[in-house]
């Protein structure tokens, strides 16, 4: 017996650690499934408030010159509705890619894109199936310019105004900390008239960047920033294959 008490306590400690080396490798601080970042899937462009697709479309163009499948979504309604109901149609838009063959998908958010993105990260598990997200002048913490829309504009300030408010339920929702292991490049301009504070696109767990702060000379606007050289460049890099990292320098336009 007094041999068989060792080696009992010693199964017992080799249990343990073997638990706790599963909880360190998958535990708590596993956030599930993450696509291969080494293989580049289909590009989901998603527009901002009122659903313009003109300027993602060029951007689209673009990525398609490069090789990768990329494709503008199109908002239900007239782009003003539930920021909600926008994020089901992206995760539709996500889940048929991936069926179709695609490894995963990275998506790019403009706008109010970037909020639905968001909420698609946060609703949907969207990081099991996002490789990467490239959100360009998102209101991620609201914009004054909607906040007194819905204050004061009354009927001129639909659902998805209001939900762009400052401090509104649904942005407050989905204002804690990303999904870890999910590559985020939020790029916004300081010469945004649209978006106020432009640093409203800053986001916790992202890799942030002010145009202005790698490319003092950029004049780009909000409505410019899909299109931009600039901006265009800095999306292809971050898509591409090599890990997404902060760019550090102005790219060649």
């Known amino acids: 017996m007094r041999y068989l008490l060792p080696a009992a306590a010693g199964a017992l400690v080799l249990l343990l650690l073997t638990l706790a080396g599963v909880r360190l490798l998958g535990g708590e601080d596993d956030d599930g499934p993450r696509p291969d970042q080494a293989r580049p899937g289909t590009v989901l462009l998603v527009p901002g ?22 494709t503008v979504l199109t908002l239900p309604g007239d782009g003003t509705g539930r920021l909600e109901e926008q994020a089901d149609l992206l995760d539709a838009a996500a889940r048929q890619a991936v069926t179709a063959g695609a490894p995963s998908v990275d998506v790019i958010g403009y706008s109010a894109g970037g909020v639905v993105t968001r909420l698609w990260v946060e609703r949907h598990d969207g990081a099991e199936v996002a490789r990467r997200v ?18 004061f504009g ?11 408010a400052p401090g509104s339920d649904l942005l407050d929702s989905i204002d804690g900390a990303l999904p870890g292991r999910l590559p985020w490049l939020s790029i916004w301009t300081e010469n945004d008239e649209t ?3 432009p640093d409203s696109a800053r986001l916790d767990g992202a890799v942030n960047v002010s145009l202005q702060s790698i490319c003092p000379a950029a004049r780009t606007a909000h ?7 600039y901006v ?3 999306v292809l890099d971050a898509l591409g294959a090599e890990p997404l990292s902060e760019p550090r320098t102005c790219p060649a336009a």
Request: hydrophobic content about 35%.
């Open 232 to 234: 265009t460049a800095l």
């Open 223 to 229: 409505s410019e920033l899909p299109t931009d050289p």
């Open 134 to 151: 490239v959100s360009l002048g998102s209101p991620l913490h609201g914009t004054r310019l909607a906040g007194l829309g819905a204050r």
């Open 195 to 197: 978006v106020q504070p």
């Open 49 to 70: 408030y009122g659903g313009n697709r003109a300027g993602l479309s060029r951007l689209a163009d673009r990525l398609r010159a490069e090789g990768r499948t990329a």
């Open 154 to 164: 009354g009927a001129q300030c639909p659902r998805a105004c209001q939900e762009l």
